[in-house]
Nanobody
């Protein structure tokens, strides 16, 4: 079955960096676009970044453009989110997601806390 497992979250000071990873299994990873979402307490889950199946095209929310980079390694079945210049408002649970055959699959999420 499809499984997505995020890792790499933690506590970081404003201006710091983190790299999130999402390990995928149970499907042909290289055939599907992947996305990162985030959800802060009391707020809806928002799209952060997406990447096409071969990694040739990416898209970002305006709030993270120029600071976050999504990438993937299809040989490792892993998608990454490099987060630089982190801000207090980036604090959230971060989820990776794929849509396969019309069904949306999510990981369990990884907490990112930006605090001084």
């Amino acid at each position: 079955q499809v499984q997505l497992v995020e890792s790499g979250g933690g506590l970081v000071q404003p201006g710091g960096s983190l790299r999130l990873s999402c390990a995928a299994s149970g499907f042909t990873f290289s055939s599907y676009a992947m996305s990162w979402y985030r959800q802060a307490p009391g707020k809806p889950r928002d799209l952060v970044a997406s990447i096409t199946s071969a990694g040739g095209s990416t898209a970002y929310a305006d709030s993270v453009k120029g600071r976050f980079t999504i990438s993937r390694d299809n040989a490792k079945n892993t998608v990454y989110l490099q987060m630089n210049s982190l801000k207090l408002e980036d604090t959230a649970v971060y989820y990776c997601q794929c849509v396969r055959r019309g069904v949306s699959y999510w990981g369990q999420g990884t907490q990112v806390t930006v605090s001084s």
